[in-house]
């Protein structure tokens, strides 16, 4: 499967964004999809999961309560909304698919990945 994100920008902090993520070449819905980031001198982290069907979401303890992941199988796309953003959300943000069911959170776990899109929030 081919992912594209979208979205990404440079923001002040406590405003919104919502990345885009547009899946191709193989059925969406087969796919638990994740979005990573990763920060300047820092490791990828895991941010957000969705499970195939978008009844299940989960996420890092830093986004829970701010972000929301969703996804839309008739589009083949994911999204991330990202609201109260704060300097420390800046980041490449990633999406990512893989076929193991669960929770899978690691970068590991996913096959696939997007090139990814930058997110800078300002203070």
């Known amino acids: 499967v081919q992912l594209l994100e979208s979205g990404g920008g440079l923001v002040q902090a406590g405003g919104s964004l919502r990345l885009s993520c547009a899946a191709s070449g193989r059925i969406f819905s087969d796919f638990v999809m994740g979005w990573f980031r990763q920060a300047p001198g820092k490791e990828r982290e895991f941010v957000a999961g969705?499970?195939?069907?978008?009844?299940?979401?989960y996420y890092a303890d830093s986004v829970k309560n701010r972000f929301a992941i969703s996804r839309d199988n008739a589009k083949n796309t994911l999204y991330l909304q990202m609201n109260s953003l704060k300097p420390e959300d800046t980041a490449v943000y990633y999406c990512a698919a893989t076929g193991v069911s669960g929770r899978p959170h690691s970068d590991y776990d996913f096959g696939y990945w997007g090139q990814g899109t930058q997110v800078t929030v300002s203070s």
């Open positions: 969705i499970n195939w069907s978008g009844t299940m979401a």
